[in-house]
C-alpha cells in the first residue's frame, strides 16, 4: 500500500527555519515526482515546489524561492522542504503527493490519481 506522511511541522518565530519531511511507504519515492503544497486557513491549496523523477532541478514558486529547498534522500525514501526565513504568510497546513500530473522547469500540476499525506501544520508568529 503507498503511502506518504508528512513531519516536522511546528510553531516558529518569523525568519526562523523548520524542516519538513514526506516518507514514502510501500513504494521507492527516488524514481517518483513529488511536490509540496500547502492551504492556508480559508484559502484555496497552493503548490509550493516539485522535483522531478528525472530532473535535478526542483521547481518553486515565487514566493518561496531563494528561501526553501526541496530535496531528496533515497537512502531513507525521504523527500524534504528546508524552509528558511519563515514568514507569517508561510502559515498553512503543509502537504505533499505524488506523483503529480506534471513537474517542469515552469510549473507543476496536481493529478487526480495522486497520493497524498496527512499533511503537517506549519505556524509562524512571534
Known amino acids: 500500500q503507498m503511502q506518504l506522511v508528512e513531519s516536522g511541522g511546528g510553531l516558529v518565530q518569523p525568519g526562523g527555519s523548520l524542516r519538513l519531511s514526506c516518507a514514502a511507504s510501500?513504494?521507492?519515492?527516488?524514481?517518483?515526482?513529488v511536490g509540496w503544497f500547502r492551504q492556508a486557513p480559508g484559502k484555496q491549496r497552493e503548490g509550493v515546489s516539485c522535483?522531478?523523477?528525472?530532473?535535478?532541478?526542483?521547481f518553486y514558486v515565487d514566493s518561496v524561492k531563494g528561501r526553501f529547498t526541496t530535496s531528496r534522500d533515497s537512502t531513507k525514501n525521504i523527500v524534504y522542504l528546508q524552509m528558511n526565513s519563515l514568514k507569517p504568510e508561510d502559515t498553512a497546513v503543509y502537504y505533499c503527493?505524488?506523483?503529480?500530473?506534471?513537474?517542469?522547469?515552469?510549473?507543476?500540476?496536481?493529478?487526480?490519481?495522486?497520493?497524498w499525506g496527512q499533511g503537517t501544520q506549519v505556524t509562524v508568529s512571534s
Open positions: 503527493a505524488t506523483p503529480l500530473y506534471y513537474c517542469t522547469a515552469y510549473g507543476f500540476k496536481p493529478g487526480s490519481g495522486d497520493y
Open positions: 510501500g513504494f521507492t519515492l527516488r524514481y517518483y515526482t
Open positions: 522535483i522531478s523523477s528525472t530532473r535535478s532541478s526542483p
